[in-house]
């Protein structure tokens, strides 16, 4: 409880911080926002999946990046030590085995290239996090919406239910606030 906590009080810093922040201090670069938003959208991922249940409780061992983000680095950067799973990176079309991951964080892809991506997975124990469709309308379970207000994400209970993986329901509050 105390680690959702936790959790919890970064989601809503993260959520409130960016634009706090910017309005304070005008002269941050371009490159301190991307910083502090690859640093909020690897602790959300992360934070997400720790409160997410595959089923048979069988723990994530495979995480998998399709297409291109900014934040590549910082989920690689994620502390391999306290997670059980470790992050590969497959090209936009390069994606035949993703459905051997047990989560899957989208770039940028043409709507084509994530329908058919999102296709091979639905109705699997797989967690998919959409960088590009802050609506949620696309399919994946999670979708984060990255502005520099803050960031957020949405949580499409139709996909989660699909799914099968259970995904605490402070989680989901979260989601959809």
């Known amino acids: 409880m105390r680690r959702f906590l936790i959790f919890f009080a970064f989601i809503s810093v993260a959520f409130l911080a960016p634009g706090i922040m910017m309005a304070a201090d005008s002269s941050s670069t371009d490159?301190?926002?991307e910083q502090q938003t690859a640093q909020q959208v690897s602790y959300i991922v992360s934070g997400i999946v720790s409160y997410s249940r595959w089923p048979d409780d069988i723990a994530p061992s495979k995480a998998c990046i399709v297409g291109s983000t900014l934040y590549m680095q910082a989920l690689?950067?994620?502390d391999v030590n306290r997670n059980s799973y470790a992050w590969q990176h497959y090209q936009d079309s390069d994606y035949g085995e993703v459905e051997r991951c047990d989560i899957v964080y989208i770039g940028a892809l043409t709507s084509s290239e994530q329908h058919n991506l999102l296709s091979e997975i639905t109705g699997k124990p797989v967690l998919s996090i959409s960088e590009h469709?802050?609506?949620c309308y696309g399919g994946s379970l999670i979708c984060l919406n990255l502005v520099e207000e803050g960031s957020s994400f949405q949580v499409n209970l139709d996909a989660v239910a699909r799914s099968?993986?259970?995904i605490h329901p402070q989680v989901l509050k979260?989601?959809?606030?």
């Open 31 to 33: 490159a301190d926002r």
């Open 76 to 78: 690689f950067d994620q």
């Open 174 to 177: 979260l989601g959809r606030e």
């Open 164 to 166: 099968g993986i259970r």
């Open 133 to 135: 469709d802050p609506e």
